[in-house]
Nanobody, 119 residues
Framework: QVQLVESGGGLVQPGGSLRLSCAAS????????MGWYRQAPGKQRELVAD???????TYADSVKGRFTISRDNAPNTVFLQMNSLKPEDTAVYYC?????????????WGQGTRVTVSS
């Protein structure tokens, strides 16, 4: 079973930068998409960015030009470089991976890492 471990969150001032990482455990599964979601206080979880195995990326409009997602395929690791952080970026950020094992699709979520951007 794939397991995800996230790291890199913390407290940062507006305009600062953080880099999040999410590492997937080794398995026989094929991971197609890895992405980052976030959930702010009082809000529902939303997609921040994701990336396919071949490098195609998708970004939420709110983070375009500021955040960059990247990944390594061996081992499976996804990164989120966050620049020009704003207070509204404050949230718990969750890594998500989608893939397949034995011709069955799966989705796995990480435990989340907290990002706080002070005012």
């Amino acid at each position: 079973q794939v397991q995800l471990v996230e790291s890199g969150g913390g407290l940062v001032q507006p305009g600062g930068s953080l880099r999040l990482s999410c590492a997937a455990s080794r398995s026989a599964a094929t991971i197609y998409v890895m992405g980052w979601y976030r959930q702010a206080p009082g809000k529902q979880r939303e997609l921040v960015a994701d990336i396919t195995r071949t490098g195609t990326t998708t970004y939420a409009d709110s983070v375009k030009g500021r955040f960059t997602i990247s990944r390594d395929n061996a081992p499976n690791t996804v990164f989120l470089q966050m620049n020009s952080l704003k207070p509204e970026d404050t949230a718990v950020y969750y890594c998500k991976t989608s893939g397949a094992s034995d011709y069955r699709s799966f989705e796995v979520w990480g435990q989340g890492t907290r990002v706080t951007v002070s005012s």
